[in-house]
């Protein structure tokens, strides 16, 4: 005891430390001493008490706090966190294992709820296998294309998830399937956050043929049927010279009925059959753990446009990210004129929303002859 006050005596392999355990002070003392960042509580056994309990019991809560921001610091590579915090061996990091929770869910970029060793590759800054490091999508993207629960609703709005009030028009005395679920519409109530619609759904029966509407390349195909509100998808990438557009677009078709007889790289051109109308996906009522009561989507596709001015994107397993992408109104899509931003989209006049939009017949015959982009059904003479 000196001056009535009580110590902790440390035996440090670097230097005995002999100090006054008030609180404060030992949280000074872990700031200006950052060496004691190798210490875990284990190795504080040897220290030799003669505080009062009170202050014994907080230091232990703050070195407790220490060491485990310690275990993130020490894992410097995804190889080092896997080995330090994958308790159970499946070679990644559950939000229980993860010991920064508030880091939890800007690593997790598919939204699954788990760190996988590209995940922690990426954010350590190390080398992800088939991805270029230095095009990785921003946080703020990944996050307004993923739409995850904890991900923040505004940076959907800032990447153009916003109403338009833009709508299709055809010819007279042509029908095509329209739009029965619009672009951004509110779907908080279908989901166990504040949510809004990613793309247009245009109701078909089952089995009714999906257009590729633009040519292009299959990039990616997710079979998420009972995983994912989107069910089984279809993502083509489309290049400037494809659209006539200075973007690169990436149109996405989901809800097929089964999984399309496609594969990753294939050529597409516009107008082929990508596959049959479904309604694969989960429900909003399984999504809120609410008792779904025998009820089932309607058959329908579910079809968005993302852009982008940069070629490069990154694929998570389960949704496909564009670098610095956004989101469009797919109606804009057929104004085949830029801009198309949704910002823009929105100021324009009432008498500037309706869309003309380039379609294929059930024959064949496409109209205008000279489009590079068609609507995703067939239509049909009346």
Request: glycine share 8%; net charge positive; hydrophobic share 35%.
């Amino acid at each position: 005891m000196i001056d009535g006050k009580r110590l902790y005596r440390f035996d440090s392999s670097a230097a005995d430390i002999l100090f006054v355990l008030q609180p404060t002070l030992l949280l000074t003392l872990i700031v200006k001493n950052r060496h004691l960042s190798q210490y875990t509580p284990s190795k504080f056994i040897k220290m030799k008490m003669i505080a009062t309990q009170t202050n014994y019991w907080i230091a232990m809560l703050l070195l407790t706090a220490l060491s485990l921001t310690t275990l993130v610091a020490e894992a410097k590579s995804a190889a080092g966190a896997l080995k330090k915090m994958d308790r159970n061996g499946d070679n990644r990091l559950s939000y229980e294992e993860w010991r920064k929770k508030r880091l939890f869910k800007r690593i997790d970029i598919d939204g699954d709820n788990y760190l996988d060793v590209n995940e922690l590759r990426r954010f350590f800054g190390e080398a992800v296998e088939g991805v270029n490091p230095g095009s990785l999508p921003d946080n703020k993207t990944i996050s307004a294309i993923r739409r995850s629960k904890f991900d923040d609703p505004q940076d959907l709005k800032e990447k153009g998830l916003i109403a338009t009030g833009l709508y299709p028009v055809w010819p007279k005395g042509i029908a095509c399937r329209g739009i029965d679920e619009t672009y951004a519409m509110d779907y908080s109530h279908k989901r166990p956050k504040q949510a809004y619609h990613g793309g247009i759904d245009l109701p078909a029966p089952f089995g009714t043929p999906i257009l590729a509407v633009m040519s292009g390349e299959v990039i990616a195909i997710y079979d998420a049927h009972r995983s994912n509100p989107r069910g089984i998808e279809v993502v083509l990438r489309h290049t400037p010279e494809q659209s006539g557009l200075p973007l690169y677009l990436y149109s996405r078709y989901t809800h097929f009925d089964s999984l399309p007889r496609l594969t990753i790289g294939q050529a597409i051109a516009m107008g082929d059959v990508l596959g049959e109308t479904g309604n694969t996906g989960v429900l909003g009522c399984e999504l809120k753990n609410r008792p779904c009561r025998g009820r089932s989507r309607r058959p329908a596709l579910h079809f968005d446009i993302l852009y982008s001015v940069r070629s490069e994107y990154y694929d998570t397993g389960s949704v496909l990210i564009p670098v610095d992408g956004y989101w469009m109104d797919p109606n804009a899509l057929y104004r085949n004129s830029m801009p198309v931003d949704s910002d823009s989209m929105k100021a324009l006049t009432k008498d500037r929303k309706g869309v003309s939009i380039a379609y294929t017949l059930e024959g064949g015959e496409v109209w205008p002859v000279d489009t590079k982009m068609i609507w995703p059904y067939a239509c049909w003479r009346e």
